[in-house]
Each structure stands twice: as C-alpha cells, then as structure tokens.
C-alpha cells in the first residue's frame, strides 16, 4: 500500500483548529471540506487523462482532460459525507456513491448497512472517503465491497490515520495484488482503549453533525 502523509503548513495550520475542542460544527465542516480538497489535489496525482485536441484564440493545441468512465467517489456514511463537497469541488464530473458502514463500538467490527454503486466497478478508479483511520476494519471492509464488485484501483482519503490502522491494512490486503493508495492529512501517534484516535479531534461525526 502506498501511504502518502500530507506534509504541508497549511494542511498542519487547518487540522490543528480542527482538532482543538472549542472548534464549533460548522467551522469544523467547513475546514474538513477545506482539508478535503488539499488532500484530492494529492490523491488524484495518478487520475486518468486523455489527449484531447482544442483551438485556443490563437492556435490550434493539445490538453488533458480526464478520461472516461470518470472516477467514483465514495462517501462512507455517516463521516465521509462531510467530506463530500471538498472533493467534488476538484473533480465536479465524478460519480458518487454510497457505503453506510457502522462500527460496533464493543467490539469495534464494521459491517454494512446501506450501499448505493454501480454493480460493476472494473476499470473505474476509486476513491474512498472516511475521515478517520482508526483501526482499520471499516476501510478493510470498504475496500472488499469495492474489490468484489471489480474495483483494482483504490485510493482512499482520510483526515487522520493511526499507526494501527495503516498496519491492519496492510495486513488485510498483503496477500491480494490490489493497488491500495492512503492519502491522509496526518499519521497520529496510536489508538487509546476505546478505539480514538490520540491525539486525533475525537468522534468526526459528532464533531461534524452532532450527537445524534
Ligand atoms: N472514529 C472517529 O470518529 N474518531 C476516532 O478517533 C476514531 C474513529
């Protein structure tokens, strides 16, 4: 797997309003949309392109344009909805699905519960969005989902990762030749004993949308 920590002032400048306590909703929203789209700017270094011919004013040319089928992005709700907006911002013409995913906060296993994508994902390249790597099993259970559906090319974005889970997976996909790609705003330092990222910036989807 390819991890790329997001090492710029800026990115460092917003997470760390991001994680301070006092950061009101939708001041938090607003900086994840924010952080969202530095982070695509990344991840979608490898997204594919064709040659296309124009005119400018002056000349006849050849530019890039991205290639179709256009990349599908997908949210895993609740969190990853709140990264949404940030990403389609850069890339206005990706489709967008859905994976409602829920994590047991015992014994922290993922499964799904809700998913909205096309049947066949062969040859689309993919990218996930879920604020929090924590400790890996709602990613790992993600990229399965996609991967049996046809997906080789996956990358996912998140706001913070933690050691544990870039580990898990790793663990999950050794074996597999699936090109797997992390772009993540920050590697925090470990998990605490409820499964929080530390320091991290506490439960995102409560921090995004509220306890409900
Ligand atoms: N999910 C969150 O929202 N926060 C964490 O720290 C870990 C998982």
Redesign the pocket.
Known sequence: MKVHVANHPLISHKLTVLRDERTDSPTFRHLVEELVTLLAYEATREVHTETVSIKTPVTATKGLKLAKPTPVVVPILR?GLGMLEGMTRLVPTAEVGFLGMVRDEVTLEASTYANRLPDDLAGRQCFVLD??L?TGGTLIAAVHFLAERGATDITIICILAAPEGIAALEKAFAEIALPITLVTGALDEKLNEH???VP??????DRLYGVV
């Open positions: 969190a604020p929090m924590a499964g929080y990222i991290g910036l506490g439960d995102a989807g």
